[in-house]
């Protein structure tokens, strides 16, 4: 039960975690800085995960079923760094595509937009790696937590 | 699984090292593109032996004057703020609340510079 409970601390200590990013307009901020929107699947995904966990949580600390296991899991803990990672080679494609599109150096109008256009990209990169090590890092939390009352 | 390799993931560790990598392409594009061409030089060459800049308030009702009388005896002159002559050898710019006079011969010599009973500040060029 302690487990559960634990858990549910967990859980509570999450949600508001993101009501104090919305609360400061986070994300927004993710929104127009992340054009992959990656950030956001992240984030769903562990909302979702962390369902999953307390559900199995609470079969085996109340319902008494023992048999389970949370390998899935940690697939799906890890699989937020690599969605990370990979807005971040998406960040840097951006970055390097887009750059140096339709650039005059004599121009500093066209300087402008394209350090706007690089901003974008590495904007993108630097978000999707917080978010998913962020997201991983509430995950693994909650895992540990139920191979502990385990 | 095994326990030991759900604690051992380098994926962070690596999307951070990319991050790094992302951030140094980042500030060398921005190096290269804020690199200008060396300015051009000016298609011919200024001379000047002084410069009589003369400036006041835009707001005074004062009317301002500034004469100038080089050795020959001709008189520059400046006598309203609203318009000014132009003499040869000799040029002016003008903007609401000063003006400036450059001499370009090199051999006019200045012999004084009055307004309102008050010596300008002359500057040798």
């Known amino acids: ?150 | 699984m095994d326990s030991n390799s759900k604690y051992k993931s380098s994926v962070g560790f690596t999307d951070m090292l990319f991050n790094i990598l992302v951030g140094f392409a980042f500030l060398f594009m921005i190096a290269f593109l804020l690199i200008k061409p060396e300015a051009k030089k000016e298609d011919f060459e200024r001379k000047a032996e002084f410069i009589i800049i003369m400036e006041w308030n835009h707001d005074a009702p004062d009317d301002i004057d500034l004469y100038v009388e080089d050795p020959l005896g001709l008189t520059f002159m400046w006598k309203t703020r609203w318009g000014c002559r132009f003499l040869s050898g000799t040029l002016w710019a003008i903007s609401c609340t000063s003006i400036k006079m450059i001499w370009v011969t090199e051999t006019t010599k200045l012999l004084s510079v009055v307004s309102h009973h008050r010596l300008l500040s002359i500057e040798k060029w």
Request: include cysteine; aromatic fraction near 12%.
């Open chain 1, 1 to 150: 039960m302690v487990t559960l409970l634990r858990w549910w601390l967990i859980f509570c200590l999450m949600i508001i975690g993101f009501g104090v990013g919305v609360y400061f307009d986070v994300h927004n901020q993710i929104y127009d800085a992340d054009s992959t929107r990656l950030s956001f699947l992240i984030l769903s995904i562990t909302f979702l995960t962390s369902i999953w966990i307390g559900v199995k949580t609470y079969q085996f600390n109340v319902k008494k079923r023992f048999h389970q296991t949370a390998e899935t899991g940690w697939f799906i803990a890890e699989s937020c760094l690599v969605l990370g990672m990979i807005g971040t080679v998406t960040g840097f494609l951006l970055m390097l595509g887009t750059a140096f599109a339709n650039i005059d150096v004599t121009d500093s109008l066209t300087l402008q937009q394209a350090l706007s256009d690089m901003a974008i990209g590495m904007s993108t990169a630097l978000w999707t790696t917080l978010v998913g090590l962020i997201c991983s890092l509430i995950l693994k939390v909650q895992l540990i937590n139920f191979e502990s009352g385990n």
